[in-house]
């Protein structure tokens, strides 16, 4: 992550391709970006999303209330 991110708590878009519109964290610490609004799998502690809608963006520590970290890009 970059160090604006780490400052965020959050990976951010400013990375992200063009048009992957959301951000998420799972819980072992994979950070996400998605072109649709991803589905949190509570059982499995992750997000789910369609086939090819999905892109990691990097790995951050474990995280048990990873639940709460989806953003949507708003700029």
Not at 23 to 34: I, K, P
Not at 43 to 57: F, K, L, P, T
Request: hydrophobic share 35%; charged share 25%; proline share 7%.
């Amino acid at each position: 992550m970059t160090p604006e991110e780490m400052n965020a708590g959050h990976v951010g878009f400013a990375r992200a391709p063009q048009g992957w519109n959301w951000a998420a964290q799972d819980r072992d610490g994979g950070w996400y970006w998605f072109r649709e609004r991803p589905i949190p799998d509570l059982a499995r502690g992750q997000w789910q999303v369609g086939r090819n809608n999905i892109q990691y963006a990097d790995q951050g520590a474990p995280n048990l209330d990873w639940i709460r970290t989806l953003r949507q890009r708003t700029e």
